[in-house]
């Protein structure tokens, strides 16, 4: 009897743990595991460093699986466009939880017009972003509309009123028609947050 109850409570556990790990994931989670698997792929050398200090924006795709082996999301990096108009990308195909499965990079002109950075690079400040409405959705309802439903985000340098350079994100999602601008200073801290119609 005791034989059957631990394996009840372990299929039990089991059966929690499966069901669990599961569990629909928001998009801007997805985005920035993008943003993870886009960094590991400039590591292993299967995209260009330029990748991490020329990224404007992301670009979430949700798609329609058949098989279990299909991507659930593509995610496109894109760089700043060269002077011929042409724009370094990175696609990359993603499971349900958010594992990079694939990826096709496609070749352009490299951009001499993209703004340099400080402290971190563009992915890094594209990153922190992330992190910020992922972490901190559930205390700002301004936020949840991005966590879950992000579609895309662009990267912009602005100057503040104290004459200093920001990375502002600009994101979209499918859950409102507000837009969401995320304000970093050089250093990729968090200065402001701001939904604009």
Not at 56 to 83: C, M, N, R, W, Y
Not at 128 to 141: G, I, K, R
């Amino acid at each position: 009897m005791k034989g059957l109850n631990k394996f009840l409570l372990t299929l039990t556990i089991s059966a929690f743990t499966a069901t669990t790990s599961f569990a629909a994931i928001g998009n801007a989670k997805i985005v920035e595991l993008g943003c993870h698997r886009l960094e590991r792929l400039v590591t292993l050398g299967k995209a260009d460093e330029t990748f991490l200090t020329k990224l404007k924006s992301l670009e979430l795709v949700v798609l329609t699986p058949t098989k279990p082996t299909d991507p659930s999301f593509k995610i496109i990096a894109s760089q700043h466009a060269g002077a011929d108009g042409t724009t370094k990308q990175v696609e990359m195909m993603m499971d349900a939880a958010g594992k990079g499965i694939a990826q096709v990079v496609k070749e352009g002109t490299e951009s001499d017009s993209a703004p340099v950075w400080g402290d971190k690079d563009a992915a890094t400040l594209i990153e922190q972003s992330l992190h910020y409405v992922n972490d901190h959705a559930s205390e700002h309802v301004e936020l949840k509309p991005f966590q879950t439903g992000l579609k895309s985000l662009n990267l912009m340098q602005v100057t503040n009123n104290q004459g200093n350079k920001v990375a502002r994100i600009e994101m979209i999602s499918t859950a409102t028609t507000q837009k969401l601008e995320v304000n970093l200073n050089e250093q990729g801290s968090v200065e402001s947050t701001n939904t604009v119609n």
